[in-house]
């Protein structure tokens, strides 16, 4: 039997393998409009405590340093490389993995996820789905009264039905991890695994946890055609949901 450590030491070491792609140790250049989103709600609304969820090597609490938010900081993520990464002394690092590797006995003000609920997958899109709930929920449950979740991913919806680009990058990673055959895109890494969602699926999977959305935002990418048509993609961008506990 696997125990919870083997769990997330063999889920950290794939992120551990491909931390060039995944970590963002330099993220001094790369003050994005999605940190932005949530850095300029955190300033308005200053609480006590953040727990970064797949925080990798800590491009979003470079953020929080660099703009004198301060709050007890945890970042958590399963690659031991990508924790071994952030240099900053006011972190409380863990080494863990959602939906179920997660502390239970802390609370937490914020927590900020981005980038992370698109990597929680099972064996089919159903219960990658019931993956994701359960890390809401999770979520919820270690999060204070008054706190606040920070949730970006990105989204992709085909224009034949909106799930469709979803099935097909999930069905294609599951054949490449299985035959050995590598597809041609750099995104497609070996052993990679990953389940998007719309963004009607992700609202409806936030309201099902008992939480409310507060504010919303999306960007929207339009360059790179050649995948957008292959994908046959009409929509694809990115979501950040600010999301509380519903009374
Ligand atoms: C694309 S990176 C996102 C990094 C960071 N959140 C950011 O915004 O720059 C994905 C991160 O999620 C972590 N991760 C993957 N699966 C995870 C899981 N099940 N639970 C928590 N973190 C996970 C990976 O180790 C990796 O560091």
Known sequence: MVNAIEET????????NHIDFYGNSDSTNKYGSTDAFFIEFIKKNTR????DIGCSTGRFISWL??????????????????????NFQNVIKIQGHLPYRIPGNSKYSYIHIQDVLHHVTGNSVNESKKMVVDSLIHMRNILTDDGFILLGDLFYESYIFPTFTRNTIKTMLDFQNKCNIKIPFKEFINGLDVCFYTRDEFRSMIQECNLEIIDYREWYWGNKKFK????????WGYMCFIIKKRA
């Open 9 to 16: 030491n063999v889920l950290g070491t794939f992120f551990d």
């Open 228 to 235: 957008k048509q292959i994908l046959l993609i009409k929509r």
């Open 65 to 86: 340093n660099y703009f004198g938010l301060d709050m007890e900081i945890t970042a958590l993520d399963p690659s031991k490389k990508a924790l071994d990464g952030i």
């Open 48 to 51: 006590k405590s953040v727990l």
